[in-house]
């Protein structure tokens, strides 16, 4: 039994803090999280760590995580060999748990990559957050995972999957399956930047029957569906087959807002707003000018995105924390950047904004609500932050204020540090939280 003494606690619950708390962990489930004064009897053998005053929350889930992307641009993505995607996709691992997301969904690997690194990860040989592995993109002729036109000669044979049909789409399923995928990942509708002839936001990539066939396939072989959806009639569709998890949904109309209110207790959607964000402050070096069909796209998109969000706070629907790290202009290790957003761009208080990452990340994860909050019976998972976040979200961008990671119960500390022993004995975080002090 571990106890962690002398914090400040967020449980998980947007209105709930605790300024002089503790946990008491052991067997890598909380045994209580809460005020210290009504802590348990603690047994003789219990390993108490002085936390003096650092601030504790649960760990964090990346929900739109492309941990196989390598900081390269979009239409670079599969383009590096596997054997050193593989390399740096490892690397990619700890640093998103040394950043405090200690859990991820995958929203597409490159190749086989996420499955292997899943393997490696609950074997113990790689550090790394606990992962839904995603696999190649399914899409249509034309579609986002068919990016390049025909003359280039260029193919994305590790990226995307291309069906047109649906016994070619439940082919892919299966295929996806037998690689070791937890989430199938869907193209319904289009992009503003894709070379070539590619279908643009609104315009769906599927039939109806062929989208039904993917996720009831999926569903049948025990795997969940995420998707791309930007328009109200890719989120409309997308709801209408069973889709789990919805990836950006910008645009939505009344009819797809109430469908997601009607569905919200099996529905998740991740905005994504890195990638506008980013791109419309470094357009320019994607070679676009100002008031160019992208610029002008993307900032509508963001102006749609921000009004969108807000209807489905109100509508209760939750959503997610997650926005497609991994590309040159969102590069690993910047994913907390994605709840300064949430509270800039969206209205969220910062305890709504870490409820996000956190509880309502844990309930997308793990539908048994095991995970993404710190109260008993729940799985061991906690960030040690120097700073308040719900005084100032942005600490958590901060690699120096993540002070240490506990995932499954197994404390680890300077995960950013690839030359440093991550893995800590109790014992041993006492001093690393020595040489951080908070008061």
Aim: charged letters at 20%; glycine letters at 12%; aromatic letters at 6%.
């Amino acid at each position: 039994m571990i106890v962690l003494n002398n914090i400040a606690l967020f449980n998980g619950h947007a209105d709930h803090f605790c300024g002089d708390a503790c946990v008491v962990f052991a067997d890598g489930h909380i045994v209580y999280a809460g005020p210290r004064d009504g802590s348990p009897t603690l047994d003789g053998d219990a390993q108490v760590i002085d936390g003096r005053g650092h601030f504790v929350m649960p760990g964090m889930v990346e929900s739109h995580a492309h941990l196989s992307y390598t900081d390269n641009g979009p239409l670079e993505l599969d383009k590096s060999p596997v054997e050193e995607v593989m390399i740096k996709t490892i690397r990619n691992a700890r640093v998103m748990l040394g950043s405090g997301f200690t859990s991820a969904i995958s929203f597409g690997s490159v190749h086989r990559v996420d499955a292997f690194l899943k393997r490696g990860i609950e074997c113990g040989d790689v550090l790394g957050p606990r992962l839904l592995a995603g696999g190649r993109d399914i899409g249509s002729t034309g579609s986002n995972a068919d990016l390049h036109p025909d003359y280039a000669q260029l193919k994305i044979d590790g990226l995307g999957m291309i069906t047109d049909g649906p016994w070619e789409v439940r082919k892919a399923v299966r295929t996806l399956s037998k690689n070791g995928v937890d989430v199938v990942k869907v193209m319904i509708d289009g992009e503003l930047i894709s070379s070539g002839g590619g279908i643009k936001p609104g315009v769906l990539g599927f039939t109806d029957e062929e989208l039904e066939v993917l996720v009831a396939e999926a569903h049948h072989r025990g795997m969940r569906v995420a998707c791309h959806a930007r328009s109200a009639a890719a989120v409309k569709q997308a709801v209408k087959a069973g889709v789990n998890f919805i990836g950006h949904a910008n645009y939505l109309d009344d009819e797809a807002l109430a469908l997601l209110e009607a569905n919200r207790d099996r529905v998740f959607v991740g905005p994504a707003v890195a990638w506008e964000i980013t791109f419309l402050e470094h357009y320019q070096s994607f070679g676009f000018e100002t008031g160019s069909p992208e610029h002008e796209g993307y900032a509508a998109e963001l102006e749609a995105t921000q009004t969108s969000v807000k209807r489905m706070r109100e509508a209760g629907i939750r959503v997610l924390v997650g926005g497609d790290y991994g590309l040159n202009i969102t590069p690993h290790g910047t994913y907390a950047k994605e709840l300064q957003y949430f509270t800039d761009y969206f209205g969220f208080s910062p305890g709504e904004a870490l409820q996000a990452a956190t509880k309502h990340g844990g309930e997308a994860f793990m539908p048994d609500s095991s995970l993404g909050t710190l109260e008993a019976g729940k799985i061991a998972d906690m960030v040690i932050v120097k700073g308040n976040p719900l005084e100032q979200i942005s600490v958590l961008q901060d690699a120096d204020n993540i002070t240490a990671v506990i995932k499954d119960g197994k404390i680890y500390a300077g995960l950013l540090d690839s030359r440093s022993p991550h893995h800590k004995r109790p014992e041993e975080l006492n001093h690393v939280l020595g040489a951080s002090p908070c008061n």
